[in-house]
Structure formats: structure tokens, C-alpha cells
């Protein structure tokens, strides 16, 4: 797609296996509600980008504003460069890679899928999560409610490292963090196991 | 002995609610919608005013009245046909069992209406057993699906609720069962609070980008409905017509929920009859009155609630709570049940518990098999068809050969608030108060 001029809801909702290469930036809702595409931005993409994917893979060469990979059910969504706020937010499923560093609220309210930033992470990183697991290469400004730090283990270093390797180009990969070196972010479980029995863990997590 | 008397501030069902917090030190969840006596301007604070000398009326019961309703003509290629004007609006799957589910699609089919999704995606089952599906897209997203909302008739842009607005949808993980969990990608069993904003877009400049997006997605087939809750309802309705809407849904503050904190219920929003003339004003304001199609919803509870709403502005009306009622929702069946989580018939609103005891509300098999789908679908359809009947007799009696031709000089007020609201002079004068 040439000419692309950052116009809105470019490549929306497009349910082949077909290949999809713009030359420039994108607007708001690139590759959104897609199914199967893979779609290349050689600039940057505007807010929601690549939202509700149910398969597929979105790749940034440049930024994505706010809300990237919203609501993402499957499928794989790459930014080379940073992403703004609410990256992830909501996220049901699938893959999100940022090569660069990411806004506050990253992973908010997310559901499940991997959520991975090679950089630094905004405020309230992982906010009210479900099941998503997030790695950090760089710092985390603050972690949100419910989010804790945990251990990764051999077998998950592995597959970070891979995951990195397979989407990042090499140059990009070889500037960015070991796979062992990154924070791992999962949901603390009180916030949502609520039973009227357990109210005071419920209430202090808030 | 004289009778001892409790306190008006501190009554006994505040005292009960302080204690419950004092121990809990959370605040209070329930189910159905607002509970307290309605002071305010409803309805029922409006009379038809029938033909006499003045007017004819027609046929009361023979003569041809139509209740054709087409939604969506603004931008949508394919406006929805319906035969009546009530519809059932968007209640999730997991709010509502399956059974519940595929009943009201039944139902309204059956009636020549339709349904609406939810919170929690479509079902196949429901598609299936639709002839109108309105497909729902909320800020949770649960269940989005691209190939579903293709096979809508039209989508939902849900913005907020009346029972609730400023705030998300709630799942207890009592009703977060296995096949729930999968539909919405959650862990088995948590709690379920859906967020309150979008997670792509935050205002009405936005929103414009998404409703595009949206058409983009059902190639400007469907038209595009945009549903909040009621509270400024004046300039949201504006701005919801700015946004490119094709139908704007307006949920007053006795609107229906499953699950919601109760002072929500109570103290949010304004009430339906305040929304609904409220929109009007604002969609004639900006030239759009008729060119934007109303849904008003919130408390209607049959032919008489729908035909005053429709006298005042609006194209149809949702029902969600009637549309349970009409599926058994607090008829005294299976008392025991009731009982067992704190209830008695007419006095339940325990959705949230997930232990609906007549399987509407519910995720547990055992319960959900007391709502058998056919039957139930019957009954939707009759409450449907009698609601329509009378709209039609009120509109007959009014002279109308189409119950989309009610109009506020139809009406007339019964208090002075419902005539400064609806801007309707009050009965026995011919003032309008508070103009
Ligand atoms: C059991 C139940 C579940 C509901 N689920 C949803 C939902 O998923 N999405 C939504 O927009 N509104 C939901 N609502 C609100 C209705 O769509 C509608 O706005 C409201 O019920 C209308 O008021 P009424 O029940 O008095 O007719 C639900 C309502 C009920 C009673
Ligand atoms: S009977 Fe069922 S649907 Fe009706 S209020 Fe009680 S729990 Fe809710």
C-alpha cells in the first residue's frame, strides 16, 4: 500500500492469509479486528493498533500509540520502536512484543497471552490482571495493583529468547536485554479470586 | 401497646446495610435494577388523551395499525425491518444461562423481532435461533469475534448502561463456569469487573475513528447503534449523532443489570422518561430528529410504558427485566430456592448469586434445566405480541394508523413534574409548568 498519508482504519478486518505491506505510517486501528493477515508497517501506526486480532501478525517499524494490540485475542503484534499508554490493555490471547519502551497501563486489565518490552515500562505496569504474563527488560516506573514480580525459570528464558530472536530483527535483538536479565510480571490473584470469605485479602488489594 | 416506632433516616433497611459494611467493609452487589419507591417523574405520570369530537379514532380492535419499525436508515446500507417495536435488548451469556439465551432469540424471532448479544460474545445457538441479531461491542470485548460480528444484522457500540453508567459490567466467579471462562478468556471461577472505558478509544473525537473502523469491518452493510446510559443525556446524544450513529439507545436510570454495585442501581442517571425527552430535544436540536433512530429502554414494562416512550420521541424500545419476567423471573416456583439464597417470589434480585431458581440467571445445569427453551421462547413471544397489541389500541384510540405516528399531543400530564419534564401541558390546564 503505498501513499498511505497515516489514514485511519487502514487494513481492517481483512480474513485471508494474505500479506500486506504499507510504505509509511498508519492512523488509528491498523489491522484491527483481523483474522489470519500479516501486515507490515514500514512507519508508525496511530492508536489501536491491531485491535481485537483473532490471528495474525502486525509489525511496527517505527512507534504505536495508545492501546496497541487492545483486546487481542490471538496472533502476534511486533512494534520495533516504543509504544504509548495501554499497551495490551485487555489482551485475550497472543503475542505482543515492543522493542523499545511502553506507556503507563501497559497490560491493564489483560486477560491472558505474553506481553513483552524490551525496554522501560510506564506507571502502573499490569495493572488488575487476570492470567497474561509480562517480561520487562528495562525498568518498571511502578507496578499496578495486583501486579508482582515473579522468578523465571530455565525453560521460560528459553522460549523468551526465542520469541525475541524469531521477531526482532538481529541487530535490534542483539542491542536489547538477555532473555535472563528481564523482570517477569504476573497478576498477584487477589483482586479477582474474591469470595466473601476472603474479603481482607480482596480489600487490601485494592 | 402503641406500634414502636423505627427511624425515617435510619430505617431498618439502612441499619441492616451499615452493619453489612461495618462487617464486611466492601459495598453491596445485587442484581434487577433500581428498588426504592419512584418519586420522580415516570410514566405513569402520563395519560393518553383518545379521540373524541375533537379527533376520530380508529377500529379499536380490527381496523389496520401498522407497527412496521425500521431502525438504521441513516448510513447503514441494510436498515434492520422489524415487525413490532419492542426488542430485547443485550444481556450476556453468563449473565444469562444458554437456555435464557436461546429462548429470547426464539422468542423474538417469533415475534418478528430481535435480540441483542452481550457482554460475553455470541453464541452459535443464538445466531441460529435469531432473525435480528444486534451484536454488541463493549469495552470488556469479551468474545470479540470479526466472523460474528459479520454475521450481525447490526452492531452495538455500548458506551454504558442505565443501571450502571460510569462503570463496567460484573461476573461473580459463582457464574464464571468452565464453558463462561473459555467464551471470555478468563481463568475458571475469578471475578469478572469489565472495565468502564474502551480500551481503543476515550472520547467522542475518537469514537468517530471507531465507528468508521466498525463499518469498515461489516463493509457499511449494518448500521451502527451507539447505546449509553442515561445521565447528560442532552449532549451525549448529540455527540453520538456526531459520531456518525445510525441508532443511538438510551438506558434510563431503571434500567435492568445481573450484577452492578446496588447505590449505582439507586443513585446514577437519570430516569427513562427524563432520557427519552431529553434525546429528542437534542437529536431536534441538531436537525437529526428521525434521521437518527431512538431505542429507549429502562424499566418498560409493557405496551402502555413502550407506547408513551414512543409518543415522546422514540422508535422502539429494549426490554430486558420484563423479557426474564416473562421467562419466570420471580414467580413463585420453587420457593425453597428462593429461600435458600435470601429470596422469596417478587422480591428476588439475586442474579448475581448465580443461583437463579428458575435457571435463568445461572450457569449451574441442574437450575438451567428448569427453563425449558421452547416454552420459554412461547412466552416471550406472547408478552411481545400483547405489549404490541397495546400500543396498537392505545394508538388506534388516538386516531393513528401507525403506532410510530404517537406524538406528544397524545399526551397528557398528570403532575407538574412530568409536565415540566416532558414539556406537556398538565391535565385540567393548559400550561406546560416550568416553562
Ligand atoms: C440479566 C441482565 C444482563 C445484562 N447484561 C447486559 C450486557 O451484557 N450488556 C449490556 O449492554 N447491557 C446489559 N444489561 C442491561 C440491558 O441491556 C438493558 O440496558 C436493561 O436491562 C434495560 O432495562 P430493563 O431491564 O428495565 O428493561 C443486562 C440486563 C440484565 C437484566
Ligand atoms: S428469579 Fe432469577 S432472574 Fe429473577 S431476579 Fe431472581 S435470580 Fe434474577
Not at chain 1, 114 to 142: E, H, P, Q, R
Not at chain 2, 264 to 282: D, K, M, S, Y
Not at chain 2, 379 to 404: F, P, Y
Request: glycine share 12%; aromatic share 6%.
Amino acid at each position: 500500500m503505498l501513499n498511505p498519508a497515516a489514514r485511519h482504519n487502514l487494513a481492517v478486518a481483512i480474513l485471508h492469509g494474505v500479506h500486506i505491506r504499507i510504505a509509511g505510517s498508519a492512523g488509528y486501528y491498523c489491522g484491527g479486528l483481523g483474522d489470519g493477515a500479516s501486515i507490515e508497517i514500514e512507519g508508525s501506526a496511530g492508536w489501536g493498533l491491531a485491535e481485537s486480532m483473532l490471528s495474525g501478525t502486525v509489525v511496527v517499524h517505527g512507534n504505536a500509540g495508545s492501546g496497541a494490540a487492545a483486546a487481542l485475542r490471538n496472533g502476534s503484534v511486533i512494534v520495533h520502536g516504543d509504544a504509548a499508554a495501554r499497551l495490551g490493555v485487555s489482551m485475550k490471547g497472543g503475542e505482543v512484543i515492543v522493542a523499545g519502551n511502553c506507556g503507563y497501563m501497559a497490560g491493564f486489565m489483560a486477560q491472558k497471552g505474553t506481553l513483552i518490552v524490551c525496554g522501560d515500562a510506564g506507571d502502573a505496569f499490569a495493572d488488575s490482571m487476570y492470567a497474561t504474563v509480562c517480561y520487562v527488560g528495562g525498568k518498571i516506573a511502578s507496578l499496578g495493583t495486583d501486579a508482582v514480580l515473579s522468578a523465571l525459570d530455565p525453560a521460560e528464558i528459553e522460549r523468551l529468547e526465542a520469541s525475541l530472536s524469531a521477531h526482532l530483527p538481529p541487530a535490534v535483538r542483539r542491542s536489547k536485554p538477555a532473555a535472563a536479565d528481564f523482570k517477569k510480571v504476573i497478576a498477584g490473584r487477589k483482586l479477582w479470586n474474591f469470595d466473601k470469605r476472603e474479603w481482607r485479602t480482596w480489600q487490601e488489594a485494592l | 401497646m402503641a406500634e414502636l416506632q423505627t427511624s425515617g433516616i435510619f430505617a431498618p433497611g439502612v441499619i441492616e446495610d451499615i452493619q453489612a459494611k461495618a462487617e464486611s467493609g466492601l459495598y453491596s452487589i445485587r442484581g434487577f435494577g433500581t428498588l426504592r419507591e419512584r418519586r420522580w417523574a415516570t410514566f405513569d405520570d402520563l395519560t393518553f388523551l383518545p379521540c373524541s369530537l375533537t379527533r376520530i379514532p380508529l377500529e379499536g380492535y380490527r381496523e389496520k395499525c401498522s407497527t412496521k419499525t425500521v431502525l438504521g436508515t441513516r448510513f447503514a446500507k441494510k436498515p434492520i425491518e422489524l415487525d413490532i417495536p419492542i426488542m430485547i435488548t443485550g444481556m450476556s451469556w453468563g449473565a444469562l444461562s444458554f437456555n435464557a439465551k436461546v429462548a429470547l432469540a426464539k422468542g423474538a424471532a417469533s415475534a418478528g423481532s430481535s435480540n441483542t448479544t452481550g457482554d460475553g460474545g455470541m453464541l452459535r445457538a443464538e445466531r441460529d435461533n435469531s432473525r435480528t441479531l444486534i451484536y454488541e461491542v463493549l469495552p470488556s470485548r469479551y468474545g470479540i469475534n470479526i466472523h460474528h460480528m459479520r454475521e450481525a444484522d447490526a452492531i452495538e457500540l455500548t458506551i454504558g448502561q442505565g443501571a450502571k453508567p460510569g462503570t463496567g459490567g460484573l461476573l461473580l466467579g459463582s457464574k464464571v463456569s468452565d464453558r463462561i471462562a473459555e467464551q471470555r478468556d478468563l481463568p475458571i471461577g475469578v471475578d469478572q469487573r469489565s472495565p468502564a472505558r474502551h480500551p481503543d478509544f476515550l472520547g467522542p473525537d475518537d469514537m468517530i475513528i471507531k465507528v468508521e473502523e466498525l463499518r469498515e469491518a461489516t463493509d457499511w452493510q449494518v448500521p451502527i447503534f451507539i447505546k449509553m446510559g442515561a445521565s447528560r443525556v442532552y449532549d451525549d446524544v448529540k455527540l453520538a449523532a456526531k459520531a456518525g450513529a445510525d441508532v443511538i439507545v438510551v438506558d434510563g436510570m431503571e434500567g435492568g443489570t445481573g450484577a452492578s454495585p446496588a447505590i449505582f442501581q439507586e443513585h446514577t442517571g437519570i430516569p427513562t422518561l427524563a432520557a427519552v425527552c431529553e434525546a429528542r430535544l437534542a437529536l431536534e436540536d441538531i436537525g437529526l430528529y428521525g434521521e437518527v433512530q431512538l431505542i429507549i429502554s429502562g424499566g418498560i414494562r409493557d405496551g402502555v410504558d413502550a407506547a408513551k416512550a414512543m409518543a415522546l420521541g422514540a422508535d422502539a424500545c429494549y426490554i430486558g427485566t420484563a423479557s426474564l419476567i416473562a421467562l419466570n423471573c420471580n414467580k413463585p416456583i420453587y420457593e425453597d430456592d428462593y429461600r435458600a439464597i435470601g429470596a422469596a417470589p417478587h422480591a428476588c434480585h439475586h442474579c448475581h448469586t448465580g443461583r437463579c431458581p428458575v435457571g435463568i440467571t445461572t450457569q449451574d445445569p441442574e437450575l438451567m434445566n428448569r427453563l425449558d427453551i421452547d416454552q420459554g421462547a412461547e412466552r416471550v413471544r406472547n408478552l411481545l405480541r400483547a405489549m404490541t397489541l397495546e400500543i396498537q389500541m392505545l394508538a388506534r384510540s388516538c386516531g393513528k394508523s401507525n403506532i410510530h405516528h404517537l406524538e406528544p399531543e397524545d399526551l397528557a400530564a398528570l403532575t407538574l413534574d412530568a409536565s415540566a419534564v416532558c414539556g406537556i401541558p398538565l391535565a385540567g390546564t393548559r400550561k406546560v409548568f416550568g416553562k
